[in-house]
């Protein structure tokens, strides 16, 4: 069969990306549309369950559903996982190389407890398409390199399925490793690979350029013997085997183990390998990894890394890409306070600042410089007695500290804390920071939930973020974060206990397309004083004390619409006594005893400190670093990359942003006539793309007595 099936114009498939359950359609599940109702914003659709026609139709919001392509429908429809699904889809660079794979292309596959590298031989359907509406399902034929490290040419029984789900790395075929020779676009081991040619090579390439990268392979060969001295603990490596495979790793230990007389290297591998240790060798430990992911060799037979070996200047001379040297951190007992603002830009601003992001990181890199840049709100909330302090706390801790003392943290450090943090997904794929928020306060941080939520006052309940939920029909075109906040808590019925010391507001969205407004206003405070339960507050009219609050009132256009209506026992019966506002029903507040009806309320208010944005899967992070309005940062920890996609290293990011404080220094007026694409270009990032505000009270910052115990 081809790549591709061929599909008609018109169909359009797609994957129900958030909600919940409607009419049949489920978070995951596959559907076709039948018709596009425009004006409900709509979709009838015909839902799949599996290979074969359709198994029953319903509706669901366009706004909740992603499009896809026959041929994406049908990769996606064999993950029977709905969940699985959807992780693949948030991870769009992985899901696209996965769309576009050729017979040969080399990937990296979960099999049984460990990962696996092959080739990829044919595109193999499920199921028997009887008429047009039939979804078959796809999956991928892959062929190992066995235990020997040779290709098996072998074909006792049929070569494994995968799903597109147990793919987590593809390597197309001209990017093939060194150790494998290629000659017109087929692979060529010890023993002859036969094509399989229901799955053609759509990315094989001329006699001409095979014979180029022979030479290549030779010129690499030789710079690796001319670099052979350079290489050192961190270096990254090949070693190539007897039958001509290659791995790749990075060197960890130097030096003569017990019972050899050469030098030895120490190599923590890209993947599992059968045979290989956790870091040990012949009874003794050297250092520690991941089961099956050490190997010890001597180091005559490692070369530089050859993936990271470029032509340049069109010519044949190839040279060793080098990750920049990076400064030996040593960490001292005294933690490292913020930055004042005077030094910040001296520190910070520049290429290779921040944190380095490495395979999906960029919301763990984006949410800790966020966190702890420059908040002083935050500044001590990861330390603890050094008796008590858990092993990935340290290492939180060091992370902030040389973020602080020299303005760079490796991938390598991230990477540490990721693994750490014990669950595999954290390792590899990305996450939404919400997530990450929620393990790092409650599981690293040992604190109890930043926020205590009351809803129509029932027992109080613990969170870390807060989610705004809302109709799109209840606000304008371009809301402030104080509008949409004030009307979720009050459609919900919500309330919070007590004022908090942070709150991290999340945006109604999903990834860059699927989002409830195209732009969303800042607030540089947030007034959270009508969002407190059991508080004074004032009447909307008099300033006297409110004893009653309306939700009805909240868009009326000729009383401010979307702020909170509270009144006085005399405002709220005129107020009402209008025609349209009859059949409102005011709900009666819980007003404190004692407090006088004259009293002056205070207002309580919190203070933004940084945002998070995402576009295209991607995180980065707008941070204020000081009192002065226009002291913004803006971080992105993956700005650039020296190397092509499949290898090299990310080159972090931070500008400065003075241009963000002139936006949140205009009044509301002026903010309600903003017109966003003649806005500054990280000005207007920000209002496209904002994903969770984080606001401070600094009256009350998180301390340790916030802490609890593990």
Same mark, same amino acid.
């Given at each position: 069969?081809?790549l591709?099936?061929v599909?008609?114009?018109?169909?359009?498939?797609?994957?129900?990306i958030?909600?919940k #359950?409607?009419?049949?359609?489920?978070?995951?599940c596959?559907?076709?549309v039948?018709?596009?109702?425009?004006?409900?914003?709509?979709?009838?659709?015909?839902?799949?369950?599996?290979?074969?026609?359709?198994?029953s139709?319903?509706?669901?919001?366009?706004?909740?559903?992603?499009?896809?392509?026959?041929?994406?429908?049908?990769?996606?429809i064999?993950?029977? %996982?709905? #969940?699985?699904?959807?992780?693949?889809?948030?991870?769009?660079?992985?899901f696209?190389?996965?769309?576009?794979?050729?017979?040969?292309?080399?990937?990296?596959?979960?099999?049984?407890?460990?990962?696996?590298?092959?080739?990829?031989?044919?595109?193999?359907?499920?199921?028997?398409?009887?008429?047009?509406?039939? &979804?078959?399902?796809?999956?991928?034929?892959?062929e190992?390199v066995?235990?020997d490290?040779?290709?098996?040419?072998?074909?006792?029984?049929?070569l494994? =399925?995968?799903?597109?789900?147990?793919?987590?790395?593809?390597?197309?075929?001209?990017?093939?490793?060194?150790?494998?020779?290629?000659?017109?676009?087929?692979?060529?081991?010890?023993?002859?690979?036969?094509?399989?040619?229901?799955?053609?090579?759509?990315?094989?390439?001329?006699?001409q350029?095979?014979?180029?990268?022979?030479?290549? #392979?030779?010129?690499?060969?030789?710079?690796?013997?001319?670099?052979?001295?350079t290489?050192?603990?961190g270096?990254?490596?090949?070693?190539?085997?007897?039958?001509?495979?290659?791995v790749?790793?990075?060197?960890?230990?130097?030096?003569?183990p017990?019972g050899?007389?050469?030098?030895?290297?120490?190599?923590?591998?890209?993947?599992?390998?059968k045979?290989?240790?956790?870091?040990?060798?012949?009874?003794?430990?050297?250092?520690?990894?991941?089961?099956?992911?050490?190997l010890?060799?001597?180091?005559?037979?490692?070369s530089?890394?050859?993936?990271?070996?470029?032509? /340049?200047?069109?010519?044949e001379?190839?040279?060793l890409?080098?990750?920049?040297p990076?400064?030996?951190?040593?960490?001292?007992?005294e933690?490292?306070?913020?930055?004042?603002?005077a030094?910040?830009?001296?520190?910070?601003?520049?290429?290779?600042?921040?944190?380095?992001?490495?395979?999906?990181?960029?919301?763990?890199?984006?949410?800790?410089?966020?966190?702890?840049?420059?908040?002083?709100?935050?500044?001590n909330?990861?330390?603890?007695?050094?008796?008590?302090e858990?092993?990935i706390?340290?290492?939180?801790?060091?992370?902030?500290?040389?973020?602080?003392?020299?303005?760079?943290?490796?991938?390598?450090?991230?990477?540490?804390?990721?693994?750490?943090?014990?669950?595999?997904?954290?390792?590899?794929?990305?996450?939404?920071?919400?997530e990450?928020?929620?393990?790092?306060?409650?599981?690293?941080l040992?604190?109890?939930?930043?926020?205590?939520?009351?809803?129509?006052?029932?027992? /109080?309940?613990?969170?870390?973020?807060?989610?705004?939920?809302?109709?799109?029909?209840?606000?304008?075109?371009m809301?402030?974060?104080?509008?949409?906040?004030?009307?979720?808590? =009050?459609?919900?019925?919500?309330?919070?206990?007590?004022?908090p010391?942070? =709150?991290?507001?999340?945006?109604?969205?999903?990834?860059?397309?699927?989002?409830?407004?195209s732009?969303?206003?800042?607030?540089?405070?947030?007034?959270?004083?009508?969002?407190?339960y059991?508080?004074p507050?004032?009447?909307?009219?008099?300033?006297?004390?409110a004893?009653?609050?309306?939700?009805?009132?909240?868009?009326?256009?000729?009383?401010?619409?979307g702020?909170?209506?509270?009144?006085?026992?005399?405002?709220?019966?005129?107020?009402?006594?209008?025609?349209?506002?009859?059949?409102?029903?005011?709900?009666?507040?819980?007003?404190?005893?004692?407090?006088?009806?004259?009293?002056?309320?205070?207002?309580?208010?919190?203070?933004?400190?940084?945002?998070?944005?995402?576009?295209?899967?991607?995180?980065? /992070?707008?941070?204020?670093?000081?009192p002065?309005?226009? %002291?913004?940062?803006?971080?992105?920890?993956?700005?650039?990359?020296?190397?092509?996609d499949?290898?090299?290293?990310?080159?972090?990011?931070?500008?400065?942003?003075?241009?963000?404080?002139d936006?949140?220094?205009?009044s509301?007026?002026?903010?309600?006539? &903003?017109?966003p694409?003649?806005?500054?270009?990280?000005?207007?990032?920000?209002?496209?793309? %904002?994903s969770?505000?984080?606001?401070?009270?600094?009256?009350?910052?998180?301390?340790?007595?916030?802490?609890r115990?593990?």
């Amino acid at each position: 069969m081809e790549l591709r099936s061929v599909a008609g114009l018109n169909e359009k498939f797609f994957i129900v990306i958030r909600g919940k #359950s409607r009419k049949g359609f489920s978070r995951g599940c596959i559907g076709r549309v039948e018709a596009d109702l425009q004006p409900r914003g709509e979709l009838t659709g015909l839902l799949y369950t599996g290979a074969g026609g359709p198994k029953s139709g319903g509706t669901v919001r366009r706004d909740d559903t992603y499009p896809l392509t026959r041929h994406q429908a049908q990769l996606l429809i064999f993950i029977s %996982s709905p #969940s699985k699904r959807l992780e693949l889809l948030c991870n769009p660079q992985l899901f696209s190389a996965i769309c576009d794979l050729s017979q040969d292309d080399l990937v990296v596959v979960k099999y049984k407890k460990g990962h696996l590298p092959g080739l990829v031989k044919n595109l193999m359907q499920i199921g028997n398409k009887e008429n047009k509406d039939d &979804l078959h399902m796809l999956g991928f034929e892959v062929e190992f390199v066995d235990n020997d490290h040779k290709l098996s040419s072998k074909k006792p029984a049929p070569l494994p =399925l995968f799903s597109a789900a147990d793919i987590i790395q593809v390597v197309p075929s001209h990017a093939v490793p060194l150790g494998l020779h290629w000659k017109d676009g087929q692979c060529q081991s010890r023993e002859a690979v036969t094509r399989i040619n229901s799955m053609p090579i759509i990315k094989s390439r001329t006699r001409q350029e095979s014979e180029n990268h022979t030479e290549q #392979s030779a010129i690499q060969r030789q710079s690796s013997i001319q670099s052979l001295a350079t290489l050192e603990l961190g270096s990254m490596v090949e070693v190539v085997s007897n039958s001509g495979i290659t791995v790749y790793g990075v060197i960890r230990w130097l030096g003569v183990p017990g019972g050899k007389t050469d030098k030895f290297a120490g190599i923590e591998l890209d993947y599992e390998v059968k045979g290989c240790s956790d870091g040990s060798y012949v009874g003794q430990r050297y250092f520690t990894c991941e089961e099956r992911k050490a190997l010890f060799v001597p180091m005559t037979k490692c070369s530089p890394d050859g993936r990271f070996l470029r032509s /340049s200047s069109g010519r044949e001379t190839l040279q060793l890409i080098k990750t920049p040297p990076v400064p030996i951190f040593e960490d001292c007992e005294e933690d490292a306070a913020p930055l004042p603002e005077a030094e910040v830009l001296s520190l910070l601003v520049g290429r290779m600042k921040g944190i380095q992001g490495h395979i999906n990181s960029c919301y763990l890199d984006a949410t800790l410089f966020s966190l702890f840049s420059s908040s002083v709100t935050l500044d001590n909330i990861y330390q603890r007695p050094a008796d008590t302090e858990q092993a990935i706390t340290r290492t939180l801790r060091k992370i902030v500290n040389r973020l602080r003392r020299q303005g760079f943290v490796p991938a390598e450090s991230v990477m540490n804390f990721r693994k750490q943090l014990g669950c595999d997904t954290f390792r590899t794929e990305e996450k939404d920071p919400e997530e990450l928020i929620t393990v790092l306060f409650q599981k690293v941080l040992c604190m109890e939930p930043l926020l205590k939520i009351r809803s129509r006052e029932e027992t /109080s309940q613990g969170a870390y973020t807060f989610q705004i939920f809302l109709e799109k029909e209840q606000m304008g075109q371009m809301p402030t974060v104080q509008q949409l906040l004030d009307t979720s808590c =009050l459609s919900g019925g919500l309330k919070f206990d007590e004022m908090p010391s942070c =709150l991290m507001v999340q945006m109604p969205r999903f990834g860059n397309k699927y989002k409830m407004f195209s732009h969303i206003i800042p607030s540089a405070e947030l007034d959270v004083t009508d969002l407190l339960y059991n508080s004074p507050r004032e009447c909307f009219i008099c300033g006297h004390l409110a004893e009653y609050e309306c939700l009805q009132c909240l868009p009326d256009s000729k009383l401010q619409p979307g702020r909170i209506k509270q009144y006085c026992t005399t405002c709220n019966s005129q107020v009402h006594a209008h025609p349209s506002r009859q059949a409102h029903c005011p709900k009666a507040l819980a007003v404190p005893d004692g407090v006088d009806a004259d009293t002056p309320v205070p207002r309580h208010k919190m203070q933004l400190f940084a945002v998070l944005c995402i576009q295209t899967s991607h995180y980065v /992070s707008f941070v204020k670093y000081g009192p002065d309005t226009h %002291s913004w940062l803006f971080f992105d920890s993956m700005a650039d990359r020296f190397g092509d996609d499949q290898h090299g290293y990310n080159i972090p990011e931070i500008k400065a942003c003075p241009e963000l404080g002139d936006l949140l220094s205009q009044s509301e007026e002026e903010l309600a006539r &903003l017109n966003p694409s003649q806005a500054p270009e990280l000005v207007r990032r920000l209002l496209c793309d %904002s994903s969770m505000f984080l606001y401070q009270n600094p009256a009350n910052p998180l301390s340790k007595p916030n802490h609890r115990q593990p």
